[in-house]
């Protein structure tokens, strides 16, 4: 069973930067996809980046050129916000997934069978 835990949200000015962290807990598997989702009120959950255990990284549209997702080699991920805008405001989730696209679809949130607990950000 894998567990993960998400930190590093809290409160940033527009323009400003921000990491989020997620640690894996358990057994997650060598070949993987781990990915960040964020929600905002009223809305649904939205992709906003993937690396997977070939190294391959995709962002969506909204977040490319700003944020940066990364992955240590204790599988600890990285999302580093920068330039962050009022419309980024929102819970961030982690996720994992046993498999790599083009095996499951990054972007997809029933793709992922293992989630955080999620960290909200909030922009001012």
């Known amino acids: 069973q894998v567990q993960l835990v998400e930190s590093g949200g809290g409160s940033v000015q527009a323009g400003g930067s921000l990491r989020l962290s997620c640690a894996p807990s358990?057994?997650?598997?060598?070949?993987?996809?781990m990915g960040w989702f964020r929600q905002a009120p009223g809305k649904g959950r939205e992709a906003v980046a993937s690396?997977?255990?070939?190294?391959?990284t995709r962002y969506a549209k909204s977040v490319k050129g700003r944020f940066t997702i990364s992955q240590d080699s204790d599988r600890i991920m990285y999302l580093q916000m920068s330039n962050v805008q009022p419309g980024d405001a929102a819970i961030y989730y982690c996720?994992?997934?046993?498999?790599?696209?083009?095996?499951?679809?990054?972007?997809?949130?029933?793709?992922?069978?293992?989630w955080g607990q999620g960290t909200q950000v909030t922009v001012s």
């Open positions: 690396i997977d255990s070939t190294g391959n």
């Open positions: 358990g057994s997650i598997s060598s070949n993987h996809c």
């Open positions: 996720a994992a997934a046993v498999s790599v696209p083009p095996a499951i679809d990054w972007k997809k949130a029933g793709d992922y069978p293992y």
